[in-house]
Structure formats: C-alpha cells, structure tokens
C-alpha cells in the first residue's frame, strides 16, 4: 500500500509564497511520475503539474511561470514551490503518483487559502 502525506498548506497573502511536500512511503524511482492536482470548492480537479522519472516537467497554463515542481530521490519527496500566488489558487492541493501498471495513488490533501 502506497502512502502519500502532503505538508506545507496554509493561509498566505496574494504575492506570497508556499512550499508543499508530497512525501511517499516508498522510493519514487517506482513511479512512472508523480504531480500535484488542485480542486476548489464546487469545481472539479484540476491537473496543476507533472514531474516524470526523466524530469520532465508539466505545467497548467495558469500557473506557468510561478510554481515549480521537483523531486528530492533521496528524500522520496516531491516539491510544489508556488510563488506569486493569487486568490484563485485557493484549493485543496493533492499530491498523485502514477506506476508502470497504470495504479494511480493519491495523498489526503492540504488547504492552501491565498486571502488578504
């Protein structure tokens, strides 16, 4: 069983920034990739980025330029660094990683409010 426990949600001012952490219960060489997805209430979830085996990176076009994922394999940790954040960034953040077998985990998720 898969364990992912985000970390690192909060209330930050617009312009502000957060740092979120997705730590796995195993070594994240075992996944095909792993990223973070968004939802706010009443919406559905939303893709927020992706991070591969090969560092390749995927960003939303709302968030391009400010956040930036990344990936610590010692620490089997992966990283949300957001920055400049805005009010419509407030959401439930959820941590997702994907296997070779097409299995797809998800942590419990951790309230980021962007508010003045």
């Known amino acids: 069983q898969v364990q992912l426990v985000e970390s690192g949600g909060g209330l930050v001012q617009p312009g502000g920034s957060l740092r979120l952490s997705c730590a796995a219960s195993?070594?994240?060489?075992?996944?095909?990739?792993m990223g973070w997805y968004r939802q706010a209430p009443g919406k559905q979830r939303d893709l927020v980025t992706t991070?591969?085996?090969?560092?390749?990176?995927n960003y939303a076009d709302s968030v391009k330029g400010r956040f930036t994922i990344a990936r610590d394999n010692a620490k089997n940790t992966v990283y949300l660094q957001m920055n400049s954040l805005k009010p419509e960034d407030t959401a439930v953040y959820y941590c997702?990683?994907?296997?070779?077998?097409?299995?797809?985990?998800w942590g419990q998720g951790t309230q980021v409010t962007v508010s003045s």
């Open positions: 997702n990683a994907w296997d070779s077998f097409e299995r797809s985990f």
């Open positions: 195993r070594s994240i060489f075992s996944f095909n990739g």
């Open positions: 991070i591969t085996g090969g560092d390749t990176t």
